[in-house]
């Protein structure tokens, strides 16, 4: 089996700047489970929660729906994210996405936006690879 290019593994940390929390269009895909949680953590039913914070994509997932600015719902600027023990999956494993590691242009690109991409701790090439396997995105590994 080929080795990955980021078989030395890949550093991040993150800074709470919030790029990768809004400023343009973006998809959070939320799990069933995962609504749940949000729901409780708002004191809400789970209904409720789903109306008023999520929207239903044309593949039948659901995703966070955004600000006007295209920051997440739950994101405030000078504050980070509000749900920050509950976030989705997908916001846990950032930038570990399958997308984003398949190449190394492609993370370099992304790296570019955001400050915590080659810095901090080096993640092993088999932390990369699992959060990348199980990114909570729609387009893990592709």
């Given at each position: 089996?080929?080795?990955?290019?980021?078989?030395?593994?890949?550093?991040?940390?993150?800074?709470?700047?919030?790029?990768?929390?809004?400023?343009?269009?973006?998809?959070?895909?939320?799990?069933?489970?995962?609504?749940?949680?949000?729901?409780?953590?708002?004191?809400?039913?789970?209904?409720?929660?789903?109306?008023?914070?999520?929207?239903?994509?044309?593949?039948?997932?659901?995703?966070?729906?955004?600000?006007?600015?295209?920051?997440?719902?739950?994101?405030?600027?000078?504050?980070?994210?509000?749900?920050?023990?509950?976030?989705?999956?997908?916001?846990?494993?950032?930038?570990?996405?399958?997308?984003?590691?398949?190449?190394?242009?492609?993370?370099?690109?992304?790296?570019?936006?955001?400050?915590?991409?080659?810095?901090?701790?080096?993640h092993s090439a088999a932390e990369v690879?699992?959060?990348?396997?199980?990114?909570?995105?729609?387009?893990?590994?592709?």
């Open positions: 089996m080929k080795e990955p290019w980021y078989r030395k593994g890949l550093c991040f940390e993150c800074t709470r700047c919030g790029h990768c929390c809004g400023g343009e269009p973006g998809v959070v895909i939320v799990s069933h489970p995962e609504a749940a949680a949000l729901a409780r953590r708002l004191e809400m039913d789970e209904a409720g929660f789903r109306r008023r914070y999520l929207r239903r994509l044309p593949n039948g997932a659901y995703s966070l729906k955004e600000k006007e600015n295209y920051d997440c719902v739950f994101y405030r600027r000078g504050l980070g994210c509000t749900v920050y023990s509950d976030r989705p999956r997908q916001c846990r494993t950032w930038p570990f996405w399958g997308k984003i590691v398949k190449s190394r242009r492609d993370w370099e690109a992304t790296a570019r936006k955001c400050p915590g991409m080659n810095r901090g701790r080096r690879e699992s959060r990348a396997l199980q990114d909570g995105t729609l387009g893990a590994m592709d």
